[in-house]
Structure formats: structure tokens, C-alpha cells
């Protein structure tokens, strides 16, 4: 067992878990990576780490300055986590209509929350047509940026430190699964787990199958390519995404509805005992029906993102 003298010396290097009742002895076999044991719970943990670290070394972020981001929930909880920590402020702009609990859980780390609506902007750019959830909590990032010197945005839509977190996660997963893996299927929010984990493993394998996954309800879908928000700013959009469709890097892209999301959610508790969040169902609901297809002796890795204690008030599908 291991002993550390720092709580950041536990992010990364999660378990995994042979899924042992969802897919049959006929299936292929299905690896889920249990993010969700991360200090802070959530895959985030390791962005914020390699975000912070890389902008300290850069001399971008120094001491007595502001951590400022944009996040509907994970990186708004790691960033409060680490950045309290490591003795910086943290504020943290939210979209309205997220859960209380997310909110009490950056507050108890010490970050401060801000909750905007499109209409608090004081920017020209607030009329942003059909905005994506984040645009205006960018918007606003990008505002307090430009009038503060001392704040530091660690914007992890495009933050290349996103990536490189999980090229690290993406290696875990190789020698876990002693570099046999034919498939991996992840959810993308900002891209960077899917892309930081696709660059490691197609480095080594280069016949895996890569999956990307989102929810059947996104506005401004993957699955026909990129498209950009209407309206929004290269400062607030694209980012990782764009990098990721342009990568070649994914073979697919499918989307998940928030109801079939839920129901494997259920089932990765009640059949296997994993306590994880709805990306985590939508994940391994698309592994599975892959391991039907694969079949016997091939073997699919997945992530667990986040816990299910994120969404206990309320089941929600989007990343
Ligand atoms: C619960 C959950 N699952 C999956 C993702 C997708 O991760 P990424 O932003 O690396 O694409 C996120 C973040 O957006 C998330 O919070």
C-alpha cells in the first residue's frame, strides 16, 4: 500500500476493473478505469495538476494570483481542490441550473462560485447565438482575464496541459492491460481524455479502434464533424474538440441518450458494484455493445470519470 505526504501524489495511477457480470463469456472483455477514486473524485484532478504545474513553470501563474475557470462541475471541484491547496484563490464561473451539491463542494475547498447567466456579460459578445453551456462562462473568464493581471485562466478547453494529462492516463492503461488493448471508447467534453489517451495508445497500437461518445442531446453534434458555435470567438470555442476531429485519431463518433446513459449507470452498481457517474454508463453501455461485436479474446478499455454522488439529485447525462 502506498504512503504519500502529499495528497496530490494520489492523482493518477487509478485502478481498473475486469467488468464481470455486464458483458458475457462470449463478449469481448471490458476494462473500466476507476477515475472516480482520484483525490478530489473525477478524472479532472489530473488536468488541474498538469495545468497548474505547467503554468507555474511558464512563469504564467505565480503566487498571490487568482485561478479562474469556466466548468459545469469536475474541473471547477479539481481546480478549487488543487488550487486551495497550493495556496492560489480560486473562482469559479458556473452555468446556471447545475446542482447545489457541486457548488458546496468547490465552495468547501475554498473556491469561490459564480453562477452566470448569458445576460451578465458586459461584453459586446454576449449575444452569442445558441451558446453552448460554457460560452458565457468563458466569456466571462476572458472578461476578468483582461482586467486583472494577477488572474490566471486555465481555460482546459484549449489548454494543451489538458492533453498531455491524459497521454499519462492513456500509458497507465497500456501497462495495465500489459500494452493488449483493441479498443477504447471515451466521452468528450473538452476532448482531452479522449485525445491525451487515443495519442498514447495509437502510438503503441496502431490497429486499436478508438470511440468517441456524446450525448444524443448536444446541440452542435460531433457525429457529422466539427461545427462552431455560432457567433462565439476563436477565444471562447473550438480548442481540443477541433484538435480531436482533425487528429484522424477517432475512428467513430456515437452518441449516448441520457436515459440509456442511466440505465447502464444502474447497472454498473447493481451488477458490478461500481459506484460511478452517468459518463461512466454512456462509456461502458458503447464498450459493451462493442464487446458483442469484437467478441472473445479482444478487450475494450473505458474510463469511470466521475462518482455517482455528482448526480444523486439529479441523473444527467452531459459532459
Ligand atoms: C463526468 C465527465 N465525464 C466525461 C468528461 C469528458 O472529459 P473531457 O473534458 O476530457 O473530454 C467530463 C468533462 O467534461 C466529465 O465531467
Known amino acids: 500500500m502506498r504512503v504519500v505526504d502529499d495528497i496530490l501524489k494520489l492523482i493518477g495511477n487509478t485502478p481498473m476493473v475486469r467488468l464481470k457480470n455486464i458483458p458475457k463469456s462470449t463478449d469481448a472483455s471490458v476494462y473500466v478505469k476507476l477515475e472516480y477514486l482520484n483525490p478530489s473524485g473525477s478524472l479532472k484532478d489530473r488536468i488541474a495538476l498538469e495545468m497548474i504545474r505547467t503554468a507555474e513553470e511558464e512563469g504564467k501563474l505565480k503566487p498571490g494570483y487568482t485561478i479562474i475557470e469556466a466548468s459545469t462541475g469536475n474541473t471547477g471541484i479539481a481546480l478549487s481542490f488543487v488550487g486551495s491547496h497550493l495556496g492560489y484563490k480560486v473562482v469559479i464561473y458556473m452555468p446556471e441550473g447545475m446542482t447545489q451539491d457541486r457548488i458546496n463542494i468547490m465552495k468547501s475547498y475554498g473556491a469561490e462560485v459564480y453562477l452566470i447567466k448569458p445576460e451578465d456579460l458586459k461584453s459586446s459578445e454576449k449575444s452569442v447565438a445558441g451558446a453552448e453551456i460554457e460560452i458565457p462562462t468563458r466569456m466571462m473568464c476572458l472578461e476578468r482575464e483582461r482586467s486583472d493581471p494577477k488572474v490566471w485562466w486555465a481555460r482546459q478547453f484549449k489548454n494543451p496541459a489538458n492533453t498531455k494529462a491524459h497521454i499519462k492516463t492513456g500509458k497507465e492503461i497500456l501497462q495495465q492491460l500489459d500494452g493488449e488493448v483493441d479498443a477504447f471508447a471515451a466521452s468528450i467534453g473538452t476532448g482531452g481524455t479522449l485525445l491525451g489517451i487515443s495519442k498514447a495508445l495509437k502510438d503503441e497500437l ?3 479502434k478508438i470511440i468517441g461518445i456524446e450525448p444524443a442531446s448536444a446541440k452542435y453534434s460531433l457525429v457529422s464533424g466539427f461545427k462552431k458555435v455560432p457567433g462565439a470567438s476563436e477565444e471562447v470555442s473550438g480548442g481540443i474538440v477541433a484538435e480531436l476531429i482533425d487528429s484522424g485519431l477517432v475512428d ?15 447497472r454498473l452498481l447493481f451488477e458490478e458494484g461500481l459506484f460511478a457517474g452517468v459518463s461512466g454508463g454512456a462509456n461502458v453501455l458503447v464498450a459493451y455493445k462493442l464487446s458483442k461485436k469484437l467478441g472473445k479474446n479482444k478487450r475494450i478499455a473505458t474510463v469511470l470519470p466521475d462518482s455517482r454522488d455528482r448526480y444523486l439529485t439529479e441523473m444527467r447525462y452531459t459532459t
Not at 467513430?252 to 444502474?266: G, W
Open 206 to 208: 496502431p490497429n486499436i
Open 252 to 266: 467513430e463518433f456515437v452518441s449516448v441518450t441520457n436515459d440509456d446513459a442511466i440505465d447502464m449507470t444502474n
